[in-house]
């Protein structure tokens, strides 16, 4: 029997890591594109639909909690390294995507930088609990 009121446990984390130099429109807007790609390939991390008590209707959003970790920019490269060496869902945003207009512009701007070298200000990573917190090895919680 369901109870309601039983605390949720998650055996996966979703965590974005943004560098520590960014501004903080720069923040929102890489937190902001990076996790629509989480809930784009995962499916099962996003929850039902929300409504008030009018029946009014919402949109669905993610079923756990987004944990946000900032790191400097050697932090982010190590991050991107073990998260594709784990085979992770990932995402990138790199400092490029802030002249850019459109996502086929941000896609191209990824596209002509091969991975070791891209200039990464943030990553939004899927995964077990503890699969995540070693790809997050040094980064700390975002003041």
Same mark, same amino acid.
């Given at each position: 029997?369901?109870?309601?009121?039983?605390?949720?446990?998650?055996?996966?984390?979703?965590?974005?890591?943004?560098?520590?130099?960014?501004?903080?429109?720069?923040?929102?807007?890489?937190?902001?594109?990076?996790? #629509?790609? !989480?809930?784009?390939?995962?499916?099962? !991390?996003?929850?039902?639909?929300?409504?008030?008590?009018?029946?009014? #209707?919402?949109?669905?959003?993610?079923?756990?909690?987004?944990? !946000?970790?900032?790191?400097? @920019?050697?932090?982010?490269?190590?991050?991107?390294?073990?998260?594709?060496?784990?085979?992770?869902?990932?995402?990138?945003?790199? #400092?490029?995507?802030?002249?850019?207009?459109?996502?086929?512009?941000?896609?191209?701007?990824?596209?002509?930088?091969? @991975?070791?070298?891209?200039?990464?200000?943030?990553?939004?990573?899927?995964?077990?609990?503890?699969?995540?917190? @070693?790809?997050? @090895?040094?980064?700390?919680?975002?003041?």
């Amino acid at each position: 029997m369901n109870d309601e009121r039983e605390p949720i446990g998650f055996d996966t984390k979703i965590a974005v890591l943004l560098r520590d130099d960014l501004l903080p429109w720069q923040r929102l807007n890489a937190t902001a594109f990076l996790v #629509s790609g !989480v809930g784009t390939l995962i499916p099962e !991390v996003i929850g039902e639909a929300y409504e008030d008590a009018d029946g009014t #209707s919402y949109l669905p959003m993610f079923r756990q909690p987004v944990l !946000v970790f900032a790191g400097t @920019k050697e932090t982010l490269t190590a991050a991107h390294a073990r998260a594709l060496g784990r085979s992770l869902p990932l995402a990138v945003f790199t #400092s490029d995507l802030f002249t850019t207009g459109n996502d086929r512009d941000n896609r191209a701007a990824v596209r002509a930088v091969p @991975k070791d070298q891209l200039d990464l200000v943030g990553l939004a990573v899927h995964g077990p609990r503890n699969a995540v917190d @070693k790809v997050l @090895k040094g980064a700390r919680m975002h003041p």
